[in-house]
């Protein structure tokens, strides 16, 4: 929200531009950074010294998750990077879409991260079968939720991008993609829940080297393929929808296989 807030008073109340946006985020990452330290600082501890024995396996985690993030981000930057060597209103149309998928993403993570400490805790205190199914009825819940979605944006593909642009050209393109951006959503919600869920299991390590199948050997051949066969936003969108396909089936593999189900305190690499 104070990044919400801070952009429309730059952009708009200072007309800043595209500056006023950087500036707007640049100062509420500056301000969230502060807080964090403030709250980090503020318990009382025998002795603030880091202790690498009990920091390794978070940095473990946070480097495995590190590399599953910035390979979801690459393939965006990928699509970006294509559509801005077709067009400028394919670049804008993907804009829009992109934004909105990042929204709907964090509505849907509200679920991931519920099923995330769930079955963390579950797995914790050694029930293995609580933990899986109230798993799976995160998974039922995220794809409600992204049904819902789906219901919703599906006929609004001519509607929702005019809040964006009026731009014509622009507005054709985002017409293209919508039915992709759209449908994707309950396939979406089921990955973003089985995130939470393997996330929650302490199995980061398959989730980094499944992203990156899904990226590297998946997503972005279809990408280049759409630059250099001239398949447009189409081809890049069909691409992302695959991308989600992929992960859906490699990690709803890994949850069917219960694998991830360890109780106790998981030692994974």
Excluded: N
């Excluded at 980094?208 to 250099?228: D, E, H, Q, T």
């Amino acid at each position: 929200m104070p990044t919400v807030v801070l952009e429309l008073l730059f952009v708009y109340g200072f007309h800043w531009g595209i500056a006023g946006s950087a500036a707007g985020t640049a100062i509420a990452q500056a301000g969230m950074g502060a807080a964090f330290l403030v709250e980090l600082l503020r318990p009382r501890a025998e002795s603030r010294r880091p202790s690498l024995d009990e920091m390794r396996p978070m940095l473990r985690t946070g480097r495995q998750i590190f590399v599953r993030t910035t390979a979801l981000l690459t393939s965006f930057l990928v699509a970006a990077s294509v559509l801005a060597r077709i067009g400028d209103a394919q670049l804008g149309a993907h804009q829009i879409a992109f934004e909105l998928f990042i929204f709907l993403a964090l509505v849907l993570d509200a679920i991931a991260i519920a099923g995330q400490v769930i079955v963390g805790r579950m797995l914790g205190a050694g029930d293995a079968e609580g933990a899986h199914a109230s798993a799976v009825r995160m998974i039922w819940w995220s794809v409600a939720v992204g049904t819902l979605f789906a219901a919703v944006l599906l006929p609004l593909r001519h509607v929702v991008p005019r809040a964006f642009t009026s731009d014509p050209t622009v507005l054709a393109q985002a017409a293209k993609l919508w039915p992709f951006f759209a449908l994707m959503q309950p396939l979406g919600g089921a990955v973003f829940a089985l995130d939470g869920i393997l996330i929650g299991a302490g199995d980061t390590r398959f989730l980094k080297w499944s992203m990156v199948f899904a990226a590297v050997v998946v997503y972005m051949p279809i990408a280049l393929l759409a630059l250099k066969l001239d398949w447009g936003i189409v081809g890049v969108w069909s691409g992302i929808a695959a991308l989600i396909v992929a992960r859906l089936v490699t990690c709803g593999a890994r949850f069917s296989g219960r694998r991830w189900a360890v109780t106790g305190v998981p030692e994974r690499a």
